[in-house]
């Protein structure tokens, strides 16, 4: 790959300085990089003259990958803006963990080499859509895509919600709880993790269902294939309940609304290292080899 598209999350500290020594190791290996006009004019002249201003919708036209810089926040971002475009994510982690991004900066300049020699993976991740169906017209206008999670809860946290859930038209269960998460694999190690569900290796066909905070303990996380329809229904008395896609949230439902979520067509691809795999990733951010071998 020659075209990098860049994908800059100006909130995180340095983002701009460390986008413009990887444009710069990017054009000693002979690549050329893009940028959205507004991230380019905060460059040097220096760096502005070795990057082409390109607007995110014609990346695709310019770009065979986005090197995105920021968190795994920004990896979503970058998913759900290119999420037409099908274009690779190279990820650059500029904040804490980092399950999706791939990269530090002082990994660049190797990472760049074994880019220019075609040395990588490309995995290709699930998405989930959603969409409203009130009085059983469902509202296909008006689909919202998450490759981690959807989210339902109370739009006042202050009180319990009742959402019952049927999958593929069998009703599984009314729960009663703060809210309740549906995550693809890529998602299980992001809230569904810290609400108590599994860790699901990205490879596996499924989607995990898991209560936040639920009001009774035999409500326990639900792993169902991917294949199915997911129809959830704000119980009578649960008021506003929001409806949050990837930590955002993107819409207000009101009583009699149902929410609709499956497995989307789309898919995201994301640039991984040809010798790491996702037991080394758990190993290294999880710190599961903590242990000293005997």
Known sequence: MKHLGLFVNTTKPDAIA???????????????????????????????????????????????????????????????????????????????????????????????????????????????????????????????????????????????????????????????ADGLIISTPTGSTAYSLSSGGPIVVPTCSVLVLTPVSPHSLNMRPLVVPDTVEIVLTPGTGSGTTSLVADGQIVSSKEEGERIIIRKSERVVKLLKRVENSYYDLLKNKLLWSLLTKQ
């Not at 981690?148 to 049927?166: C, E, G, L, Q």
């Open 18 to 176: 460390c986008t413009e020594i990887a444009a710069k190791l990017a054009r000693e290996k002979g690549m050329k990089c893009c940028a959205a006009p507004e991230i380019v004019e905060r460059f040097t002249p220096e760096t502005q003259a070795i990057i082409d201003a390109v607007e995110y919708d014609d990346f695709d036209k310019h770009a065979d990958i986005v090197v995105s810089f920021g968190g795994d926040g920004t990896i979503l971002a970058a998913a759900k803006q290119f999420l037409v475009a099908e274009l690779p994510i190279m990820g650059v982690n500029l904040g804490r963990l980092g399950f999706l991004a791939e990269y530090t900066v002082a990994e660049l300049d190797a990472g760049f080499a074994a880019l220019a020699k075609g040395e990588y993976i490309i995995e290709e991740r699930s998405m989930l859509e959603s969409s409203i169906s009130v009085e059983g017209t469902e509202n296909l206008n008006e689909m919202v895509y998450a490759m981690n999670d959807f989210v339902i809860h109370k739009k006042d946290f202050a009180r319990m919600m009742t959402v019952a859930a049927t999958i593929d038209g069998v009703p599984v269960a009314d729960y009663h």
